[in-house]
């Protein structure tokens, strides 16, 4: 027999000898111990394993990628693993059942996890499961409120709970179980039940907040340091904002190879020249890389963390310190602020921890489609915020007229429209001159089909340049929305070359083939919509064709709602039906 090869055998739990080899038994610390320091006569070993995980765990030390054996396992025989696994002092195999586990959990929403685990809820309402999962990542065991947790008749009484592994799991091993998991992931298992929510915060606070050989911080107010680069990497960087706000002894923000001082950034004067090219430039950012520690050049991410979390004043305008410190505003006009790509990356920082936002304008700020990607990311769960102005800008220069969009064009249209998929909130939006495109259009329009609370859109383009829809073609994705959608009460098309025509600002030039496919789309969708009140085609050179297949559609649904018809700037004629129409 080659050497490493010559057998050793283990007694499983329940008594039964599982057979491994010399070699792959070394590899676990613990079997090698017994061998090297404690060999027995008879050249058994006793471990409190049972035979089939022992006969797994063998395969799994073996093996320098993960067997694709664990595929086949169940949750909880994986948690039985890395229990076995910790046992052994078995990296390899250790590393094989996270990564298992890590696989099945992460990405995960809480509800999909409560059924996956098996668990059960026991928040009792609603309002304590929503609690769970609002609550920043680094919240340490115990800080809700007994408002949250209960009600004034006090918590209601725990289930019992399936065990994790089908036995009594170490509360140990069950947080080394979840050490590949990712931050987005353990933040949805707070929303569980309480003895996840528990499990979830432990291991959290391990990994953001523990200090080089101390234990994980239990109390806000041990926090003295943060990773905030896994917080942005797991897309929330708001915590910075919340981590400034809520952790009285924070000292340091962490990232791979930089320390940031919070005091030291409170101190900077971070106000920049209106005509600085930089968002964090000159000065500013001098002062700011003084506060910073580490070799080489700091992230930007980094850079707009620190100043999220502990930032005084105003950035070109955003008032950091009051987006952070106040949470009681209610409505924000940032408008025409040359904010720029890097501030719309700031205030995803800042406006998810403003939780009485109701009313937010950034318009004509050339977000950029990155700023605006970071913006609506972070709006995704924000169900407070009612209104967003994301409109951009239009400029005429003599016989021209040119749309700057705010949002970055087709790009950040599609950005605003992930968003609108998913958001619950949001009852008005305005997206005018935004250069959205046939493509931004549609992925806009088809987030509509599905989106049940936006009432009021802000369509309009610049009826002397370019059209913000993607004029004829763009106006069939926004026909077939409004054929299906029975919330939206509002919607401004102004300005979008409807029927192909452009005239010049001077009303003298005009170009292009009129055709009438854009506006029988929207005509025969209003013959079946019975939810729109107000409805804006001004400037669209629509003619008295356009107008009577318009006003002819309105006339013949008997269902319609609509009360407000805007139709100037549209070369009408002077017939009888187009005078009747001219205004509703």
């Known amino acids: 027999m080659t050497e490493g090869q010559e057998r050793v055998r283990l007694r499983a739990r329940e008594g039964e000898a599982v057979e491994w080899t010399r070699r792959v038994a070394q590899r676990a610390g613990t079997l090698k111990d017994m061998m090297d320091d404690a060999p027995t006569e008879d050249g058994v070993y006793p471990v409190p394993i049972a035979a089939a995980e022992l006969a797994v765990l063998r395969e799994m030390c073996e093996a320098d990628s993960m067997p694709a054996r664990l595929e086949q396992c169940s949750i909880s025989e994986l948690f039985r ?53 609002a609550e920043p990542a680094f919240s340490p065991g115990g800080q809700l409120s007994v408002a949250t947790v209960g009600s004034a008749a006090g918590p209601p009484a725990l289930q019992p709970q399936p065990s994790l592994s089908g036995m009594a799991a170490t509360e140990d091993a069950k947080e080394v179980a979840l050490g590949m998991v990712d931050v987005g992931t353990l933040a949805e298992l707070k929303g569980v039940n309480r003895s996840w929510l528990a499990l979830a915060r432990r291991v959290l606070c391990f990994r953001l907040g523990r200090c080089e050989g101390q234990p994980a911080p239990t109390e806000l107010a041990e926090i003295t ?10 897309g929330r960087p708001w915590e910075a904002a919340a981590a400034g706000r809520m952790l009285p002894s924070l000292a340091r923000l962490r ?47 980094l850079l707009l963390a620190a100043v999220a979390c502990a930032g005084s004043g105003e950035v070109r305008g955003i ?51 990155e700023g605006t990607k970071f913006l609506c990311d972070a709006l995704v ?24 969009s705010n949002i970055g064009g087709t790009a950040g249209a599609k950005h605003v429209a992930n968003m609108l998929l998913v958001n619950g909130g949001l009852t008005k939006v305005s997206l005018a001159k935004n250069e959205l495109g046939e493509e931004g259009t549609k992925a806009i329009c088809e987030a509509l089909e599905q989106n049940k609370t936006l009432k009021e859109l802000d369509f309009s383009g610049n009826m002397f340049g370019k059209s913000n829809i993607g004029g004829k073609a763009g106006v069939n994705h ?65 003619g008295d064709e356009g107008v009577r297949a318009i006003c002819e559609a309105i006339q013949s649904n008997k269902e319609t709602k609509l009360a407000s018809l805007e139709l100037g700037f549209n070369n009408i004629g002077q017939n009888p039906l187009s005078k009747l129409f001219r205004t509703w």
């Open 81 to 133: 693993l890395v229990e076995g696994a910790s046992f052994l002092d078995a990296p390899g195999a250790l590393n094989h059942a996270q990564c298992a586990l890590a696989t099945r959990l992460n990405g995960k929403r809480a509800d999909e996890l409560r059924e996956l685990l098996g668990a059960m809820d026991d928040f009792g309402s609603a309002e304590n499961r929503v609690a769970a999962l």
């Open 255 to 301: 990232w791979e190879g930089f320390t940031v001082s919070v005091a030291a950034v409170r101190e900077v004067d971070l106000e920049t020249p209106s005509l600085e090219r930089e968002f964090l430039g000159g000065r500013a950012k001098a002062a700011l890389l003084s506060c910073i520690e580490g070799s080489g050049e700091p992230p930007l991410e």
């Open 478 to 542: 926004v026909a077939k929305m409004l054929g299906v959608n029975s919330v939206l009460t509002s919607i401004d098309l102004s300005g979008n070359k409807l029927c192909g025509i452009l005239i010049d600002p001077n009303g003298i030039n005009q170009q292009g083939t009129y055709t009438a496919e854009g506006i029988t789309a929207i005509a025969d969708a209003l013959r079946v919509n019975g939810a729109l009140t107000k409805l804006s085609i001004y400037g669209n050179h629509i």
């Open 225 to 234: 340091d943060l990773n905030i680069k896994v917080l942005v990497d797991a």
């Open 381 to 404: 769960g924000n169900n407070i915020l009612k209104e967003l102005d994301l409109s951009g800008d239009s400029f005429i220069f003599g016989f021209s007229s040119n749309i700057y």
């Open 319 to 369: 008032p950091v310190q009051m987006m952070r410190e106040h949470d009681s505003v209610s409505e924000l006009d940032l408008r025409q602020r040359n904010i720029g790509v890097q501030g719309g990356m700031l205030l995803a920082h800042l406006v998810p921890v403003m939780g009485a936002l109701t009313k937010l304008s950034l318009a004509k700020n050339k977000l950029g489609e």
